[in-house]
């Protein structure tokens, strides 16, 4: 379909007046817009709608759970659910009709919540970290004890409108897609049973308390008595629940 555009100057009324003919069809100022917006609305396509599925099948435990997920047009798709060990999980697939495969082990993802931080999955055939079927990853995306996750990557997911991910293949290819989060937190929080929203000041203190472990852990580096320290002050701010406090052990125990 070709379109174009021309001046008819047939009088000063019509003087530099701008029309689109199509098929021999003049459309006039007022019409062309209309035109215009059919076009953008023919070749605009919809963000996929997120869902809770009452009966989906986790492609790698073979187990039903209530979940919460969405396929983007390219075939990519994403779901979460709680498991029967009261974690969230999310299992991120590539299409089932790719001739692409991912990695049984190894660096399988990469994920960015709108401007966050990146997280990295990387699956394992024994163990407990990440596991992979060649056309999926599965991976723990919350431990699932609290009413509602207060950081990282679900809590992330639950405040941004886009998931940008990042899959690698068994041949060193990389696969770049997103899915849109535009009702991603209704349906995850419908599917997980949790409360979407969180008090600003319980999610900075945990931000802290988890800034201030990572750190404690970080500087002990493979001294397995300075962790074991770092870990008994986290277990006691879990019982007194005051920051500072929990600092000073840590700084204590890993100078």
Known sequence: MQISSE????SPVNAKRKVMKRSGTVLRPGRQQLAVGLLVGLFALPA???????DWRDPIGQRTHVAAGTTNSDGFSIYVFRDNDKKVYAVYSISRSSFEKLPIEGRVLMLR??????????????????KSDGKAVRDVLWHGEEPSPTFGTLRDILDSNVLYARFYTDTGKELDTEWSLLGARDAISAAIGIVAEVDPRVQARAKAAADILGGGVLRCGIDFHCTDMVLRCSREFERHDDVERFRQCVERASP
Request: hydrophobic share 40%; charged share 30%.
């Open 48 to 54: 996929a709608a997120w869902e809770v599925i009452r």
């Open 113 to 130: 919540p709108g401007d966050n931080k990146v997280s990295e999955i990387k699956a394992e055939i024994l163990g407990d970290d990440a």
């Open 7 to 10: 001046y008819y100057p047939a």
